[in-house]
């Protein structure tokens, strides 16, 4: 059994700065990309950043700039976010593509709030 063990998140003023840490742990052969994603209320959930096991990111345009995404090892991801907005508001779910036992499987951890308020 794969998880994904997401920490930090919170509550900051906006153009404050938060980081988020997720690490995979169980039966893993290797994990291809990891990224977060998010998801506000009432919208759907949507890309903020990915990492391929190679180095190379990938950002949506609304934190390119802002956010930094980093691979720590080969199950870890963190991700940076700087001058945060009141529209960064969202739960923040780490996701991972999982090689296991020969099959390649998504991922997703249960998600952290970050709020964005003053």
């Known amino acids: 059994q794969v998880q994904l063990l997401e920490s930090g998140g919170g509550l900051v003023q906006p153009g404050g700065a938060l980081g988020l840490s997720c690490v995979a742990s169980?039966?893993?052969?290797?994990?291809?990309?990891m990224g977060w994603y998010r998801q506000a209320p009432g919208k759907q959930r949507e890309l903020v950043a990915t990492?391929?096991?190679?180095?190379?990111s990938n950002y949506a345009d609304s934190v390119k700039g802002r956010f930094t995404i980093s691979r720590e090892n080969a199950r870890k991801v963190y991700l940076q976010m700087n001058s945060l907005k009141p529209e960064d508001t969202a739960v923040y779910y780490c996701?991972?593509?999982?090689?296991?036992?020969?099959?390649?499987?998504?991922?997703w951890g249960q998600g952290t709030q970050v709020s964005v308020s003053s």
């Open positions: 169980g039966s893993i052969s290797s994990i291809t990309i």
């Open positions: 990492i391929i096991s190679g180095g190379s």
């Open positions: 996701n991972a593509d999982v090689s296991s036992r020969g099959y390649v499987k998504t991922y």
